[in-house]
């Protein structure tokens, strides 16, 4: 007798179990679950017909997809392959197969009502208290396209291309006409030859399709002088090179605002911009929105919500411009937001110990006659005005007197002098950096880096999120909050684990907990 524990797969039961029972309760399939019947389904049923065949819930949709999000599987066909081989999924959808048509469509017309029900789930995550939003990181990251670099056209390469098709088309029809009397003559005009010439059989598909790329080439003509960019990319129109570090990237920014209690995505958002300054004040705009959103289904005795507390919004340099500190100083933003966004120079100082003696800093302004005196006693005039990085405004001044200086060729080795450039509101980054040499102002910012990217590293590295599948803004802003959404989700699943229950029984642990605090 082998002492080995009984075994069959055929065994046949009378009373099958729940799929659930082959699940640990908390797992991920388990919290995901719960999280979505804990949302408000009533968008999507909006746009279910009412005719034809029965659609699939929403519901099943909706969990197939945040798990297949969740575990690295972002194909419709991986999804209805997983849907008869792996248990978690088939228990979300309940043992029922929707093919990838299927699964796919519903992400295509749903995707804004995925975007919504990410708040919803920040939502959950506050009421479970991995929310306090008082402090929150923004970052961004370029990421890829999902198109070719070698399809970007520039507007003259578009009518070139145009051109060689026209050509070709009419070669196309001149050859067809060619042949078609070579046949005629040798068959007779009621009858069909087999040997035609490879090169142009079935010459109706090939000019008809030619003809849809000549028609796609005008329509991106049409859509790259609209845009006024220099050009653009055939495959995805809305893609642009990004400069990422020391390479060029064909894709899109993307932007998260992030937690600081548990690295909880609060935003998020995608651009074309090239640079980070235009996105700051939309991405601080989707903050305000969604913490607001939070605050009002959060009960009174909520202290999380913070209310009547500026929300501390912490950002790297890349963010900073003189226009985006006077707009934060403004009417809309200064009763909502504390920023913390240093400027370039400022960033380059805290890295260097040893400051540059001729820095523009040791130069020191005389009102009176609008100059600057540098170190060396020289005076510098104004020369005008210059537009920077992100349309700043910057004030000239120029020395004429450097070639008999002692300090020429280590203050400047420019035969026309030294030039310092000024910015015109100067005095907002002087208000920033001032707030920012704190102590509190530098325990406030260290936060960024423990918060923000290793958010990033999650998406990225974790949940190997580094390109887009889909194609044009719209659908890659969808995608990527589906993305922010699988990490939240994560990041409740093992919140969850943690306290060793259901997210029902977390709710109502943590909603007693809250009112007992409040007595």
């Known amino acids: 007798m082998l002492n080995i524990r009984p075994y069959t797969n055929k065994q046949q039961l009378l009373f099958p179990p729940s799929i659930g029972d082959y699940l640990p309760k908390n797992h991920l399939a388990c919290v995901i679950d719960e999280v979505v019947e804990q949302i408000d389904l009533e968008p999507y049923f909006k746009k279910i017909p009412k005719v034809g065949n029965p659609s699939y819930h929403p519901a099943l949709m909706i969990k197939i997809w945040f798990y297949g999000y969740c575990v690295k599987i972002y194909s419709s066909r991986k999804i209805e392959e997983k849907l008869y081989t792996d248990i978690a999924f088939i228990y979300l959808a309940g043992m029922q197969k929707p093919d990838f048509k299927t699964i796919s469509e519903f992400r295509r017309k749903y995707l804004n009502e995925l975007k919504n029900t990410f708040v919803e789930i920040l939502q959950i995550c506050h009421r479970l208290g991995m929310t306090k939003l008082s402090h929150i990181s923004i970052d961004s990251k370029v990421m890829k396209a999902n198109a070719g670099a070698n399809r970007t056209y520039t507007e003259k390469k578009l009518i070139e291309e145009q051109q060689i098709l026209e050509k070709v088309i009419q070669e196309y029809l001149e050859r067809a006409n060619q042949v078609d009397g070579e046949e005629d003559r040798k068959y007779g005009p009621d009858k069909r030859g087999n040997e035609l010439p490879e090169d142009i059989q079935d010459k109706e598909q090939r000019i008809k399709k030619i003809k849809q790329i000549v028609e796609q080439l005008k329509q991106a003509r049409e859509k790259l002088r609209a845009s006024g960019k220099e050009k653009i990319n055939l495959t995805d129109s809305d893609a642009r090179f990004q400069r990422d570090k020391s390479r060029k990237v064909l894709g899109y920014r993307v932007h998260i605002a992030v937690d600081t209690k548990q690295q909880i995505i609060v935003a998020n958002d995608v651009s074309t911009e090239q640079v980070d300054q235009r996105d700051l004040l939309p991405m601080i705009d989707k903050v305000i929105e969604n913490v607001e959103k939070v605050k009002q289904t959060s009960n009174n005795t909520d202290r999380n919500t913070g209310k009547g507390d500026k929300i501390k919004i912490i950002a790297d340099s890349g963010y900073c411009s003189c226009d985006n500190l006077a707009e934060l100083e403004g009417e809309k933003y200064k009763e909502k937001i504390d920023a913390y966004i240093p ?76 030039r310092i450039k000024v910015l015109e509101n100067q005095h907002l980054y002087k208000k920033m950096r001032e707030k920012l040499s704190t102590v509190e102002g530098k325990k406030i910012y260290s936060l960024r880096k423990i918060t923000v990217e290793p958010a990033f590293g999650n998406l990225s590295k974790n949940l190997g999120f580094n390109e887009f599948l889909l194609r044009g803004l719209e659908k890659v802003r969808g995608e990527f909050s589906l993305m922010c959404t699988a990490h939240n989700l994560l990041k409740i699943a093992r919140f969850i684990k943690k306290l060793g229950c259901t997210l029902i029984e977390a709710l109502m642990i943590c909603n007693h907990k809250l009112v007992f605090d409040s007595l």
């Open 343 to 418: 400027d370039q120079k400022y960033r380059a100082r805290e890295r260097n110990e040893k400051n540059f003696p001729f820095d523009n800093e040791k130069f020191i302004y005389d009102e009176s006659n609008d100059e600057y005196v540098c170190p060396s006693g020289k005076r510098l005039y104004y020369a005008g005005k210059t537009a920077g990085r992100g349309r700043q405004g910057f004030r000239v001044y120029r020395c004429k007197d450097c070639r008999g200086c002692r300090y020429f060729g280590i203050c400047t080795t420019s035969a026309k002098g030294r």
